[in-house]
């Protein structure tokens, strides 16, 4: 597919300016993101930026119930899975399964065998 996009005239033009790599690997991280965040529905996303634009990065401004549902909301998306997979894609030497998604047994080592 690169091949394919190296033989437009307006890629080969702005390749000499950007290195591609970076631009695929941008694009893939992009990618991955999104299938991060299509694990919420409409609804919440929408209630997860509520809570932390009123928390204002402070947890202590919101209330129980509020921390506690925006931690669920949180752990939907999988964070550790999602930094295991970014780290695994961009680095350009092996890093350890236990470096990446912790130790046997955790929640992310689960998310990533029923991924794969």
Do not use: C
Request: aromatic content about 2%; overall charge positive; hydrophobic content about 50%.
């Amino acid at each position: 597919m690169l091949a394919l996009l190296l033989r437009s005239r307006w890629l080969r033009r702005l390749s000499h300016g950007i290195p591609i790599a970076r631009v695929v690997l941008a694009a893939e991280l992009a990618l991955l993101a999104h299938r991060h965040l299509t694990r919420l529905d409409r609804l919440q996303r929408r209630r997860m930026i509520v809570l932390l634009l009123r928390s204002r990065g402070r947890a202590r401004m919101l209330s129980l119930t509020e921390r506690a549902e925006l931690a669920l909301l949180i752990a939907r998306l999988e964070p550790r899975l999602f930094l295991g997979t970014a780290i695994r894609r961009l680095s350009p030497v092996p890093v350890p399964k236990r470096v990446l998604y912790g130790r046997r047994g955790s929640a992310a080592r689960a998310a990533l065998t029923t991924r794969n």
